[in-house]
Nanobody
Framework: QVELVESGGGSVQAGGSLRLSCVAS?????MGWFRQAPGKDREGVAA????????YYADSVKGRFTISQDNAKNTVYLQMNSLKPEDTAMYYC??????????????WGQGTQVTVSS
């Protein structure tokens, strides 16, 4: 079982940037970031195939967020630029045994809060 530990959340004004980090105890096939705002369902934000570097983004964050990895450190990052108040949510790192579907992610970190003020 992979263990995931996130860091890097915080509060920022609209238009600002934050970088989230997630350290995995071992490298799964895919890693991703999800978020959940109060009263809303958890949604996939970005994912990366650790073996090939393929990436996938939700439409709402394309062009603003970038997912990347450092395989030597078993770490995945989420660089978030041009943040909007609607990006406010708890962000979760996740791991999957395969690649191709948000529904394959089955291991979760504890979450890190991102708050964007207008």
């Amino acid at each position: 079982q992979v263990e995931l530990v996130e860091s890097g959340g915080g509060s920022v004004q609209a238009g600002g940037s934050l970088r989230l980090s997630c350290v995995a105890s071992k490298t799964p096939a895919s890693m991703g970031w999800f978020r959940q705002a109060p009263g809303k369902d958890r949604e996939g934000v970005a994912a990366i195939k650790t073996g090939g570097g393929n990436t996938y983004y939700a439409d709402s964050v394309k062009g603003r967020f970038t997912i990347s990895q450092d395989n030597a450190k078993n770490t995945v990052y989420l660089q978030m630029n041009s943040l909007k108040p609607e990006d406010t949510a708890m962000y979760y790192c996740a791991a999957a045994p395969g690649w191709g579907s948000w529904y394959s992610f089955n291991t979760w970190g504890q979450g890190t809060q991102v708050t964007v003020s207008s």
